[in-house]
């Protein structure tokens, strides 16, 4: 089977590159490709080709094209995403399935003789972890040898001895999940307290609206910063005030929308006027979400509370304690950073454990066990 993908990130740049793999890589780029010299291409391996791609005769883009690997063809065109999906268009007429670049990845280290799903996996997400720290994570993790080893020893082992290995291995993943991933923070807390100034503070720009007025910010609004080795996407939510839900179907909608949020994300930045009381606001909204909170007292400039365990004075408009605040959010998700060496890391892996920490038979728990190391990505 021949499958082709496009390599670079979507939308327009200088360049993109499609890549070609399988047996009949050679073939189908051949029959889409008209060499500046006239003449066919071997597309030996480290030879750079230029020539047109082309549609049923009609040219799409001058581009270059060279063989990487065995079976393996990369074809740089340019950038404007109506050329690459032409491009695409050509080669899946040509008899290329397209697919995305991930699957891509795992057929390649396949046809490389590579079998266990969690090392192809560990592969992929490698390439696509937001830090270091979390590339490190994957890569010096043993989940594989791990499974392959309660196969080995199954005879001998109960299902509460995997079952509850499993059950470590899952809580010692979540806070690798944060290094290798994005975080979700929700700003939430009552209305006028500086949640869109502290949004607008982390991303370094005016991305909300900031005014005076209680119920600035209806619809939520996203941005993007770094806590450390993490890569936090915020949301700047409606101020949660339950007293308006019935004012207005904008308002009903935008304080369903801030509470949506809420269960959806990983941390609630909790953000507090410092200078006014709380007494209103209702905190069993946040309590119930069940997540991890910071409690944020803002405006600090105005006045400071005193510090509690989890809370920090911060002023949003100043940057007064924002580097502290940015340190407690790592804290509370990833601790001391220390990951443990056997962790899963991707959602298939996670899938999988948690049947297996509610399986009751030793034969399906074998048979789970056989699906983490060779299921299908
Ligand atoms: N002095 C002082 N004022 C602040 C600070 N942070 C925000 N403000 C002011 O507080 C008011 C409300 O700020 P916003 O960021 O719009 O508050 P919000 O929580 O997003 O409000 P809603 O969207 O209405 O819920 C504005 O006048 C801000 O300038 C701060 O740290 N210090
Ligand atoms: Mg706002």
């Given at each position: 089977m021949t499958m082709a993908c496009v390599s670079t990130a979507k939308g327009a740049a200088a360049i993109a590159v499609v890549e070609v793999f399988g047996s009949g890589a050679v073939d189908v780029v051949r029959s889409i490709f008209q060499s500046d010299t006239g003449k066919p291409c071997a597309?030996?391996?480290?030879v750079i080709y230029t020539g047109y791609v082309t549609d049923d005769g009609e040219i799409i883009d001058h581009v270059v094209a060279a063989s990487?690997?065995?079976?393996a063809i990369e074809i740089s065109c340019h950038g404007n995403p109506l050329i690459v999906e032409m491009v695409m268009g050509a080669l899946s007429k040509a008899g290329a399935k397209l697919v995305d670049a991930e699957k891509l990845i795992a057929e390649k280290l396949i046809a490389k003789g590579r079998t266990n799903s969690i090392e192809i996996e560990a592969e992929i997400e490698k390439l696509k972890a937001v830090s270091m720290a979390g590339v490190k994570a994957i890569a010096a993790n043993d989940l594989s040898a791990v499974a392959c080893d309660w196969l080995k020893r199954i005879d001998s082992l109960t299902i509460d001895d995997i079952k509850d290995k499993c059950k470590d291995i899952l809580s010692a993943s979540e806070p690798a999940k944060y290094l290798i991933g994005v975080c979700r923070a929700v700003i939430a807390g009552?209305?006028?307290?500086?949640k869109s100034t502290l949004l607008n503070f982390l991303c370094g720009r005016e991305k909300a609206i900031v005014t005076?007025?209680?119920?600035?910010?209806?619809d939520w609004v996203s941005g993007t910063c770094r806590a450390g080795d993490l890569v936090i996407e915020l949301f700047d939510t409606a101020g949660?005030?339950?007293?308006?839900?019935?004012?207005?179907a904008i308002d009903g909608e935008s304080q369903r929308r801030s509470r949506q949020l809420l269960n959806e994300c990983d941390i609630v930045l909790l953000v507090l006027d410092?200078?006014?009381?709380?007494?209103?606001?209702?905190?069993d909204i946040i309590t119930k979400s069940g997540k991890k909170v910071i409690t944020i007292f803002n405006k600090s400039d105005l006045g400071e509370m005193p510090g509690e365990q989890g809370s920090i004075n911060i002023s949003a408009m100043t940057g007064a304690g924002i580097d502290q605040l940015m340190k407690l959010i790592s804290d509370v998700l990833?601790?001391?950073?220390?990951?443990?060496?056997?962790i899963c890391f991707t959602e298939r892996q996670t899938a999988i454990l948690k049947r297996i920490t509610k399986c009751d038979n030793i034969k399906s728990t074998k048979d789970l066990i056989k699906e983490l190391v060779n299921g299908e990505i």
């Open positions: 597309f030996k391996e480290s990487t690997e065995e079976n009552p209305p006028n307290s500086g005076d007025i209680a119920g600035t910010t209806r949660l005030d339950a007293s308006i839900i019935g004012e207005s410092s200078t006014q009381s709380a007494d209103e606001f209702d905190f990833v601790g001391n950073g220390q990951i443990a060496k056997t």
